[in-house]
């Protein structure tokens, strides 16, 4: 296939897809790349992950508080209510 010097060159043929999708595994073996590339994810999901759950109020280590004490609150004063009598 002639590499077109413009685009819209009408002279050469529009690639066919995608009957001609397989010729990327020509370029990119995947056995040779394809370990590379999920220890690159990993790392990467792991930094993700890392950081996401280091940020405050999110996480594991904010969800148990231990070493903090309850709050004490006093209950609330009686109200009187006004008794309305029927007659």
Request: hydrophobic fraction near 50%; avoid cysteine; glycine fraction near 4%.
């Amino acid at each position: 296939m002639k590499v077109p010097y413009l685009m819209a060159d009408p002279s050469v043929a529009e690639p066919d897809h995608p009957e001609e999708d397989w010729k990327i595994w020509t370029v990119i073996n995947p056995a040779t790349w394809m370990v590379p590339f999920f220890a690159i994810l990993f790392i990467q999901m792991w930094l993700v992950h890392w950081y996401a759950l280091g940020l405050p109020g999110y996480g594991f280590k904010d969800s148990v508080r231990v070493n903090e004490t309850a709050a004490v609150v006093q209950p609330a004063p009686e109200q009187k209510v006004a008794q309305v009598q029927v007659q």
